[in-house]
């Protein structure tokens, strides 16, 4: 029996697995690097050991520092959770070598299915439906694009472009014409053998709209293959997953039933052990296609949990200890519905661009059916390092209708504050009529993302938001409990209630969004509330002039806050609503009536930077990473939109284009340089 178990990843799947080493007795054993030394799992592990410094190649995917961990702490066994080495069947295989327990399948299966060209002919010798496509082994260089070409066009476009040895949504291109195909080819190699050390593509025949389901599959030592039936995982960008949901809304029970036989038949097939997921694609004639295996724990595994009831790492590690599972596939039943939304650090208004810094604030509520996990607290840092996953919010219902209820009222109480996040993206989502009707698929953020990213606020919304921006300007510039600062425009102002002097007067600029609003706050003696005379402490009330109108607001701020980051209640104008605020910098983060706003403040008199000075952050480094390719040289004119050159960063690759038409003036890094948040990458004139 295992003892004592290394937990080879990080963040929310390192806590999740420590909270059923714990239920099981196993004595958990933390390996971090120096950027996450101070996250909570750290000190929660029973023992925690450092791999080294901050990139993965020097701490989590180095294979003998975490073997030396493993085994200088007794370990007998390492998870390694999904991602990093979860699915490297060397790992798996130098565990087996060492005398370690890899909770997962063995280098075999790995193997078999990790490579996607193999697994779609292992699976179709099983039986499963594959898509048409090529998977030859001649691919790995430029010199193949000949032969990809005339494959291509056997195939038929639209078609992708697939990383054979990929996962996560990584090394994958979309191909609508011929013309496109070598620049696809060149993209996915290139993220394909930097993700992956294995620059080998495939082609596989595109569905434009399908819809993404995958089965849980179950296995153990002992000839047991089970399904834990589907999970829908069809809201995506940039073909990785931001929203699943069990069961699937789509599926028929005949559907169901041959796509977990095809799941299981496969899996039997290639002798797999272990946890695993068996993805597919639906058409729209109902027709289902193998699509890839993942031969590890999904992130999306909690919605399998919650309608089954079951604990999955436990599974994992009991099959990893021997022992026959003792579950059969005819007590189970799914239980209800479930939801998970991924909360991620980025900024979905620029194409999803990760987010790093310090969170401020990170809160979650709690209630029947809901669950949250992450691996970050107030104060965490976010790294460049890795990925842009916060956290993973959970909604159980006995209804579809339920869950999806409770995953509303979830998303509008989390409080997340110091850098961009999606979740606006993740309400609107969660409100659109055709997701709430369970027919969407795999195009739906791509045909309705301009709709969900910039959905107006109504009038009366708009303007609540921004009475309560100036309460949150007025507490901040000193009014209630908090004295005035020096350079306050606030200073020396009547205090409320002395009946002295003029009303003092501030002036900002409140950006929300893409639009600006001039306000002009005016500190005024309270009205009468309702306290018998008395006014709680810190209370006062403004006069805003907006849009040539004035409004008045009074605030109550919570006995224990402090300016900005604090509960404000707020009367504007005979309506009573409640607002959290955090502010930090010119930086605001306020949630008012479930919906969260992220704003900026400036004083007037600074004025925003001009088109040069536009164009030049434009053109910088959004956030540290490494430049992989330069596409331009000095004195070459480009066109606006051209690519200029791509950076990676937090494991995706974020394009550098030019903001107009122009010619390149200099070029600042090359291939393979490291840059830092800001830095100037070209120089355009």
Same mark, same amino acid.
């Given at each position: 029996?295992?003892?004592?178990?290394?937990?080879?990843?990080?963040?929310?799947?390192?806590?999740?697995?420590?909270?059923?080493?714990?239920?099981?007795?196993?004595?958990?054993?933390?390996?971090?690097?120096?950027?996450?030394?101070?996250?909570?799992?750290?000190?929660?592990?029973?023992?925690?050991?450092?791999?080294?410094?901050?990139?993965?190649?020097?701490?989590?995917?180095?294979?003998?520092?975490?073997?030396?961990?493993?085994?200088?702490?007794?370990?007998?066994?390492?998870?390694?959770?999904?991602?990093?080495?979860?699915?490297?069947?060397?790992?798996?295989?130098?565990?087996?070598?060492?005398?370690?327990?890899?909770?997962?399948?063995?280098?075999?299966?790995?193997?078999?299915?990790?490579?996607?060209?193999?697994?779609?002919?292992?699976?179709?010798?099983?039986?499963?439906?594959?898509?048409?496509?090529?998977?030859?082994?001649?691919?790995?260089?430029?010199?193949?694009?000949?032969?990809?070409?005339?494959?291509?066009?056997?195939?038929?476009?639209?078609?992708?472009?697939?990383?054979?040895?990929?996962?996560?949504?990584?090394?994958?291109?979309?191909?609508?014409?011929?013309?496109?195909?070598?620049?696809?080819?060149?993209?996915?190699?290139?993220?394909?053998?930097?993700?992956?050390?294995?620059?080998?593509?495939?082609?596989?025949?595109?569905?434009?709209?399908?819809?993404?389901?995958?089965?849980?599959?179950?296995?153990?030592?002992?000839?047991?293959?089970?399904?834990?039936?589907?999970?829908?995982?069809?809201?995506?960008?940039?073909?990785?997953?931001?929203?699943?949901?069990?069961?699937?809304?789509?599926?028929?029970?005949?559907?169901?039933?041959?796509?977990?036989?095809?799941?299981?038949?496969?899996?039997?097939?290639?002798?797999?052990?272990?946890?695993?997921?068996?993805?597919?694609?639906?058409?729209?004639?109902?027709?289902?296609?193998?699509?890839?295996?993942?031969?590890?724990?999904?992130?999306?595994?909690?919605?399998?949990?919650?309608?089954?009831?079951?604990?999955?790492?436990?599974?994992?590690?009991?099959?990893?200890?021997?022992?026959?599972?003792?579950?059969?596939?005819?007590?189970?039943?799914?239980?209800?519905?479930?939801?998970?939304?991924?909360?991620?650090?980025?900024?979905?208004?620029?194409?999803?661009?990760?987010?790093?810094?310090?969170?401020?604030?990170?809160?979650?509520?709690?209630?029947?059916?809901?669950?949250?996990?992450?691996?970050?607290?107030?104060?965490?840092?976010?790294?460049?390092?890795?990925?842009?996953?916060?956290?993973?919010?959970?909604?159980?219902?006995?209804?579809?209708?339920?869950?999806?209820?409770?995953?509303?009222?979830?998303?509008?109480?989390?409080?997340?504050?110091?850098?961009?996040?999606?979740?606006?993206?993740?309400?609107?989502?969660?409100?659109?009529?055709?997701?709430?009707?369970?027919?969407?698929?795999?195009?739906?953020?791509?045909?309705?993302?301009?709709?969900?990213?910039?959905?107006?606020?109504?009038?009366?919304?708009?303007?609540?938001?921004?009475?309560?921006?100036?309460?949150?300007?007025?507490?901040?510039?000193?009014?209630?409990?908090?004295?005035?600062?020096?350079?306050?425009?606030?200073?020396?102002?009547?205090?409320?209630?002395?009946?002295?002097?003029?009303?003092?007067?501030?002036?900002?600029?409140?950006?929300?969004?893409?639009?600006?609003?001039?306000?002009?706050?005016?500190?005024?003696?309270?009205?009468?509330?309702?306290?018998?005379?008395?006014?709680?402490?810190?209370?006062?009330?403004?006069?805003?002039?907006?849009?040539?109108?004035?409004?008045?607001?009074?605030?109550?701020?919570?006995?224990?806050?402090?300016?900005?980051?604090?509960?404000?209640?707020?009367?504007?104008?005979?309506?009573?609503?409640?607002?959290?605020?955090?502010?930090?910098?010119?930086?605001?983060?306020?949630?008012?009536?479930?919906?969260?706003?992220?704003?900026?403040?400036?004083?007037?008199?600074?004025?925003?930077?001009?088109?040069?000075?536009?164009?030049?952050?434009?053109?910088? /480094? *959004?956030?540290? !990473?490494?430049?992989?390719?330069?596409?331009? @040289?000095? #004195?070459? =004119? $480009?066109?606006? &939109?051209?690519? +200029?050159?791509?950076?990676?960063?937090?494991?995706?690759?974020?394009?550098?284009? /030019? *903001?107009?038409? !122009?010619?390149?003036?200099?070029?600042?890094? @090359?291939? #393979?340089? =490291? $840059?830092?948040? &800001?830095?100037? +990458?070209?120089?355009?004139?």
């Amino acid at each position: 029996m295992i003892e004592s178990l290394l937990i080879a990843n990080r963040g929310e799947i390192a806590r999740r697995i420590q909270r059923t080493c714990r239920d099981m007795g196993i004595r958990s054993i933390a390996a971090y690097s120096d950027a996450d030394r101070d996250l909570p799992g750290i000190s929660e592990a029973d023992w925690a050991v450092r791999l080294g410094p901050a990139p993965a190649a020097e701490s989590y995917l180095d294979m003998e520092k975490l073997l030396a961990a493993a085994i200088g702490n007794g370990a007998d066994a390492i998870h390694p959770g999904y991602g990093f080495l979860a699915e490297n069947a060397r790992f798996s295989e130098l565990c087996r070598e060492r005398g370690v327990v890899f909770v997962g399948p063995g280098p075999e299966a790995i193997r078999a299915m990790g490579d996607k060209a193999e697994a779609k002919r292992r699976m179709a010798q099983a039986g499963v439906p594959v898509l048409p496509g090529y998977a030859g082994e001649e691919t790995d260089g430029p010199a193949d694009l000949a032969l990809l070409g005339r494959e291509a066009e056997r195939v038929g476009y639209p078609l992708l472009v697939k990383a054979v040895a990929g996962g996560g949504g990584r090394g994958i291109r979309l191909v609508e014409h011929a013309r496109q195909l070598a620049a696809a080819v060149e993209s996915a190699q290139r993220e394909a053998a930097g993700a992956f050390h294995d620059p080998r593509v495939m082609l596989e025949r595109y569905i434009p709209a399908p819809h993404h389901v995958e089965f849980q599959v179950l296995a153990d030592s002992h000839g047991a293959v089970l399904h834990l039936f589907e999970r829908e995982c069809s809201v995506q960008r940039r073909h990785q997953k931001i929203v699943e949901e069990a069961p699937s809304p789509i599926l028929t029970p005949e559907l169901r039933r041959a796509m977990a036989e095809a799941a299981v038949n496969g899996s039997r097939a290639i002798g797999y052990v272990g946890a695993g997921t068996v993805e597919f694609l639906v058409d729209g004639e109902g027709r289902f296609f193998f699509l890839e295996m993942n031969t590890r724990l999904q992130v999306e595994h909690p919605v399998t949990e919650a309608i089954l009831d079951l604990d999955l790492v436990r599974l994992q590690i009991e099959i990893a200890e021997g022992r026959p599972l003792a579950i059969r596939q005819e007590h189970l039943a799914p239980r209800g519905a479930a939801i998970e939304c991924r909360l991620n650090a980025e900024d979905a208004r620029r194409r999803f661009m990760p987010s790093v810094g310090r969170l401020a604030r990170l809160k979650f509520p709690a209630g029947p059916g809901l669950r949250v996990d992450t691996g970050f607290a107030t104060g965490s840092v976010v790294s460049p390092h890795y990925d842009s996953l916060l956290a993973k919010l959970i909604a159980w219902g006995a209804s579809r209708d339920e869950a999806l209820r409770r995953m509303r009222r979830m998303l509008e109480r989390t409080q997340v504050a110091g850098l961009p996040t999606n979740l606006p993206l993740l309400q609107a989502i969660c409100d659109h009529p055709e997701f709430t009707g369970g027919e969407y698929t795999t195009r739906f953020l791509e045909t309705h993302e301009q709709a969900l990213l910039e959905r107006p606020a109504p009038p009366s919304l708009l303007r609540e938001q921004v009475l309560a921006l100036c309460a949150v300007e007025a507490r901040l510039s000193g009014r209630g409990s908090a004295p005035a600062g020096p350079g306050s425009p606030w200073a020396g102002a009547a205090r409320l209630g002395d009946g002295l002097g003029a009303a003092p007067t501030l002036r900002r600029v409140l950006k929300l969004g893409e639009a600006e609003h001039a306000v002009t706050v005016r500190v005024l003696p309270p009205s009468p509330s309702g306290h018998g005379g008395r006014e709680p402490a810190g209370a006062f009330a403004l006069s805003v002039e907006w849009r040539g109108a004035t409004h008045r607001l009074r605030c109550d701020p919570a006995a224990d806050g402090k300016p900005g980051d604090e509960r404000l209640a707020l009367d504007l104008e005979g309506v009573r609503l409640e607002a959290t605020v955090y502010a930090e910098g010119d930086g605001r983060w306020v949630t008012l009536r479930g919906m969260h706003l992220t704003a900026t403040s400036r004083d007037p008199a600074d004025e925003p930077a001009g088109a040069a000075g536009a164009d030049a952050q434009r053109l910088q /480094a *959004p956030l540290p !990473g490494k430049v992989v390719k330069v596409a331009v @040289k000095a #004195g070459q =004119s $480009v066109a606006a &939109g051209e690519v +200029l050159v791509l950076l990676e960063a937090m494991k995706v690759e974020h394009p550098i284009t /030019a *903001p107009h038409a !122009g010619r390149i003036k200099a070029l600042r890094f @090359k291939e #393979g340089d =490291s $840059v830092q948040r &800001g830095d100037l +990458l070209v120089e355009m004139e």
